[in-house]
C-alpha cells in the first residue's frame, strides 16, 4: 500500500489517501472501511441526456464522487472493493444524496475520511504501508560475490539490499586473497541480514545459492553469532533453511520457492505465531484451566485485574457496525498493551481465525490463575458466537 497523504488530527478525526498496489491491501482496506466512512474515488456513472425533442441518450463518464458509506463488499475473486453509498459532494453528473457504488481497486487512488481514527485503524495502516512488518519470509539469495536480502509478503518482494563485492580468484599456491575476500562478502551479507530482516516478524529465512557457498555463509554466520553473543541469530537458528539456487540474482528465487520441500516447509511457517499460541491457550485450558478464559466478560474481568499475558482477538470484530461494540474491543486490546500484555490479532480468513471463532473470538493467557473467574456468571459470553456470525 502507497501512503500518499496522511492528515489526522489529535481528536482523531482525519483524512488518509491511499493507493492500494497487491492483493493484501484490499483486505487492510476492507478491514479499515466502515459504516459512515467518507470515501472519494474516481469512478464510471452512466448518465442520461435528454435532447430538446425529447429523445434520451445514455453514455458513461469517469467522475470523482465522494460518498457516505453504507455497505462494504469484498469481491475476493476480483480483488475489488464494492462501497455503496449516498453521493454527499457537488457534481456535475450525479446528484446530492444519489445513491452510487464505489469501485475500488489495485493501483486505484482513494481518499477516506474518518470522525475517528483508533489504534487499530492506524496499526493496520503502517502495516499495510510498511512491508517488514508483515513479511512471513525472508531469504539471502546469493553468489561469490553478490548477495541480494529479500522480504517476501504476499505475492510482493522487496529487494531491502544488495551486496556486490569483488573477490579475487584463485591462484596457485596463493588461496589467501581469495579467502579474504570471501570472509568480507560473508560480513556485509551477514550485516545487511541482521539489518534488514525483523526477526520477530519473520518466520522463516531462506538462504540460497549455487555449489556450497550457502552452507559455507550459514556456518560463518553461526561462528560469528557465537564470537560476538549475537543473540538474534542464536535464538532465530531454527528459522533459517538453505536451498539450491541457480544463481545469486533476485529472479532465482521464483525457482527457489516453487522447490516443493521448501514451499511445503512455508506453508508449515505461514501462521506458525498464531498457531503456537493458539495451541497455548488449549493446553492451559485443559492443565491449567484458571489461567485460560474466552468470550468478552471473562477477558475484560481479567484485564481489570492488569492478569492477561497474551490476549487472542478476531479480526472481524473490528468490522462491526454497532460503533460502541467496536470501541469495546479496540480499548480491550489497548489496555491489554498498556498493561504489558500481547495482543495477537487472528485473520478470519485463515483456519486459525476459523478455531478462535468458534469460542466467541476473544480469549486470553492469563499470567497468573484467577479461578474466581470460573464462578463468574457471562450471559453476553454465550451469546457472543452468534453475533460474530453475521459480522
Known sequence: MKLIH??????????VVLIPEEAE?????????RQGD??????????????ATGSSTSQRVRTTLTVSVEAVDFDTQACLLRLKGRNIEENDFVKMGAYHTLDLELNRKFSLLKEEWDSIDLERIEMAIDPTQTADVAAVIMQEGLAHVCLISGSRTIVRAKIDQNIPRKRKGDVKQ???GILKFFELVLQATVRHIKFDVVKCIIIASPGFVRDQFYEYM??????????????NKSKFITAHSSSGFKHSLKEVLSNPSISSKLEDTKALGELKVLENFYKMLQTESTRAFYGIN?????NEAMAIETLLIIDSLFRSQNIEERKRYVKLVDSVRESGGDAKIFSSLH????????????????????PELEDFEDDDDSNDNTVLQTC
Open 6 to 15: 496522511k492528515d489526522i488530527e489529535k481528536d482523531g478525526k482525519g483524512t
Open 25 to 33: 491491501d484490499m483486505w487492510q482496506a476492507y478491514n479499515i472501511i
Open 38 to 51: 467518507h470515501v472519494r474515488a474516481s469512478t464510471i456513472r452512466k448518465v442520461q441526456n435528454e435532447s
Open 178 to 180: 581469495h579467502e579474504k
Open 222 to 235: 553461526l561462528q560469528e553469532a557465537v564470537k560476538m553473543d549475537n543473540k538474534i541469530i542464536l535464538e
Open 298 to 302: 471473562h477477558v475484560e474481568k481479567a
Open 351 to 370: 483456519v486459525t481465525g476459523e478455531q478462535l471463532t468458534q469460542i466467541t473470538g476473544v480469549a486470553a493467557i492469563l499470567r497468573f490463575p484467577m
